[in-house]
């Protein structure tokens, strides 16, 4: 056959010459009963990979799904290929998950991309319709995006899963469609229970159109986040966030009250050290440093000790000093010693120093 040109061989490998495959296929089309007969007899090649007792690897398994699917459609046997299509979409499923790390082996990330394209070209599980799409904005090269972005729409289709949501305005946002990246993150925010990590849908949002140049905009968004979303939810971050934007329209009074709002109203133990040291800040930057001092003074009361308080208390500790209030200073970080948990390693070791450098300034003066 090789002799006679109807076959080449590279390597370990035969295949019919191109002109005798094309010659055979005209031939074959002439009797449907016989094509599909071709196919069904060239399927078991490809299927045989799904039907093993136990799948294994990723290797080449999308390129024998696709050939498969191919030559199983050809020959109308769709039975069989739901069988191989679920037993495979089942083995992918449980390898992979939708946090599952990306590939950083260029070689690897083609590789499960391909699996993940030939599985995913009907809708599938929303957990690798959202894994895909990451990969496609990880590896970002030609047509990556708007693949990426159709698999992003799919794993959001319906859901109240927030980071799909956020990856679809991420692919946007990188394709340069920022209105339509912010007009994703509405639909979210209008969609998804307030108790669903919502914070994040306007954290985005906000930032999206404080890029815009559309600063009323977003405080706006910030403020109904604010509104709409339980205390205990990672609220400290739209207060802060809010508080950070007003001061930089210089509506510092505003920022202040925000905080001040945040820090009545959030439990203690869910981050409220970061609103106490940004109210602080705010304070020292009006020269309100009385105002700031008592800010301070109420936050490490407040502040549970393994909850950041000790971030509290070196910030109360430096104010004072650069008051030049030592013994002050020396008395509250001594307090943060005595209170913080020894778990907190460097941070406690932290006080320490600053308390021990004090009190030689202390007496130098």
């Given at each position: 056959m090789v002799d006679r040109f109807l076959m080449e061989q590279h390597k370990n490998w035969f295949s019919l010459h191109p002109i005798v495959r094309?010659?055979?296929?005209?031939?074959?089309?002439?009797?449907?009963?016989?094509?599909?007969?071709?196919?069904?007899?060239?399927?078991?090649?490809?299927?045989?990979?799904?039907?093993?007792?136990?799948?294994?690897?990723w290797g080449a398994l999308g390129?024998?799904?696709?050939?498969?699917?191919?030559?199983?459609t050809k020959a109308e046997k769709a039975e069989d290929l739901r069988d191989i299509a679920s037993r495979?979409?089942?083995?992918?499923?449980?390898?992979l998950s939708a946090s599952s790390?990306?590939?950083?082996?260029?070689?690897?990330?083609?590789?499960?991309?391909?699996v993940l394209s030939a599985i995913l070209e009907s809708p599938g599980p929303k957990s690798l319709e959202y894994h895909l799409a990451r990969l496609f904005l990880a590896r970002n090269q030609r047509n990556d995006l708007r693949r990426g972005l159709h698999h992003a729409h799919r794993a959001?289709?319906?859901?109240?899963?927030v980071q799909s949501w956020l990856l679809c305005s991420e692919i946007l946002s990188k394709m340069g469609k920022h209105e339509d990246a912010i007009e994703v993150l509405k639909q979210g925010i209008n969609q998804i229970p307030p108790n669903k990590a919502l914070v994040d849908l306007y954290d985005r949002c906000a930032r999206l159109l404080t890029q815009s140049g559309?600063?009323?905009?977003?405080?706006?968004?910030?403020?109904?986040?604010?509104?709409?979303?339980p205390p205990d939810k990672a609220l400290v971050i739209l207060y802060d966030n809010l508080a950070r934007l007003l001061a930089q329209m210089q509506r510092y009074n505003e920022a202040i009250t925000i905080l001040k709002q945040g820090i009545d109203r959030i439990p203690p133990d869910?981050?409220?050290?970061?609103?106490?040291?940004?109210?602080?800040?705010?304070?020292?930057?009006?020269?309100?440093?009385?105002e700031s001092l008592a800010i301070l003074k109420q936050g490490?009361?407040?502040?549970?000790?393994?909850?950041?308080?000790?971030?509290v208390y070196y910030r109360y500790g430096e104010l004072l000093a650069q008051r030049g209030q030592y013994s002050d200073a020396i008395a509250v970080l001594k307090q943060g010693i005595d209170r913080i948990p020894p778990i907190k390693g460097f941070r406690l070791s932290m006080l320490f120093v600053v308390s021990c450098c004090l009190k030689v300034v202390s007496r130098k003066m």
């Open positions: 094309e010659i055979g296929l005209q031939k074959l089309a002439l009797s449907p009963a016989d094509l599909q007969q071709a196919h069904s007899s060239v399927a078991p090649y490809y299927t045989r990979h799904f039907e093993a007792k136990q799948i294994v690897g390129g024998h799904f696709v050939e498969a699917r191919y030559h199983l495979f979409q089942s083995y992918i499923f449980s390898t790390p990306i590939p950083h082996n260029a070689e690897e990330l083609d590789e499960r991309i391909a959001k289709s319906k859901s109240d899963n559309r600063c009323n905009e977003a405080t706006w968004t910030l403020n109904r986040g604010i509104d709409r979303i869910k981050a409220l050290a970061v609103l106490y040291i940004s109210c602080c800040e705010l304070l020292v930057q009006k020269e309100r440093y009385e490490v009361a407040c502040v549970p000790p393994s909850k950041a308080a000790v971030d």
